[in-house]
């Protein structure tokens, strides 16, 4: 067979097949780090809270009265200008929450847990909006990865704000539950004393295969792996090593795991091995008949009793 033949009938089908696949790459890179989503709009975002949290309004409206509810920003060591609320507790204390949001949400679609601590518990609060959500910047989501390290500046950023002798809990949902995880395996400042993950993945490849999967009906191989590839070339980082499973191996502090057991977005199977792979001390509650991030939702006395017990444990 001569050399034009066996390109034509061998090459220039394979060149095809890898032409479709960098094509279904880039689409779905596209597709999960780069949506036009519901956290970049604050506006609805306050709309929306308030209509599944009714009691929200008011409390924010009472912290707004009287200019307690505050912005402020830094710089993360990329250049990149990042925003947070925070509110002080009413009245001194050493005790501070650093709330992390989910997948398309923001800071203010975790007021709900910032009522628990701020308002129930009487703690200092500090919600950051992530990468490419709310009013930070950011060129893409970071699925967690990234935003471990944001999540650090906050932390040194609460501790200047408040004092060495705070005492910081780090409580995140879906997305920040997952952040919240990776940030438990890195070396922390001695004032985090525990963590509180509620339906966070196992690894960004584990979410992302089986949406793959749900969504589009499709295998994991070999489209994951491309999207993975040029997740690394444009982002820095890949979905093989934003683990939250590997992180929390060695995390020794204290984390209470949360997980409606009718989630399928994130599905309840993830946060066995997660909290199997954590050392003591560790919790574990599976709220009953709760979807994905709906456990503050549906079971809010419970879950802050819960939440409440926990970290009364770890932070004096």
């Known amino acids: 067979m001569s050399r034009k033949k066996i390109f034509k009938y061998i090459a220039m089908p394979c060149i095809a097949i890898l032409m479709i696949c960098l094509a279904a790459g880039f689409y779905m890179l596209s597709y999960a780090l780069t949506p036009l989503h519901r956290g970049l709009n604050i506006e609805k975002s306050y709309t929306e809270m308030y209509q599944n ?6 409390w924010v409206d009472s912290l707004n009265h009287v200019s307690a509810l505050k912005d402020t920003t830094l710089i993360n060591t990329e250049g990149k200008k990042l925003h947070a609320f925070y509110i002080d507790a009413p009245k001194p204390t050493n005790k501070t929450a650093v709330i992390v949001h989910g997948y398309t949400d923001n800071a203010i679609r975790m007021f709900m847990i910032g009522y628990l601590y701020n308002k129930d518990l009487e703690y200092n609060i500090l919600l950051p909006d992530l990468q490419f959500h709310g009013l930070s910047e950011g060129k893409a989501i970071q699925m967690g990865w990234k935003d471990r390290l944001d999540i650090q500046e906050w932390i040194n950023l609460s501790i200047n704000k408040y004092g060495t002798e705070t005492e910081i809990v780090v409580h995140g949902i879906s997305m920040g539950a997952a952040t919240t995880m990776m940030l438990s395996g890195e070396q922390l400042p001695q004032q985090v004393k525990c963590f509180v993950e509620d339906c966070g993945y196992t690894s960004v490849w584990d979410e992302f295969s089986q949406e793959l999967k749900v969504r589009f009906g499709l ?14 070339q444009k982002y820095g980082w890949n979905f ?3 683990s939250a499973l590997n992180a929390v191996k060695r995390c020794e502090l204290p984390m209470l795991f949360i997980h409606g057991d009718a989630d399928t977005f994130v599905p309840t199977w993830m946060v066995h091995p997660l909290y199997e ?5 560790k919790e574990l509650w599976i709220v009953p008949e709760v979807e994905h991030a709906e456990s503050y939702l549906k079971a809010k006395k419970e879950y802050t009793r819960r939440v409440t017990n926990f970290v009364s444990l770890y932070l004096n």
């Open 53 to 58: 949290y009714p009691f929200l309004e008011n």
């Open 219 to 232: 295998p994991s191989f070999p489209i994951m792996h491309i999207t993975s590839w040029l997740c690394q």
């Open 240 to 242: 093989e090593e934003a």
């Open 277 to 281: 792979a954590k050392p003591e001390p």
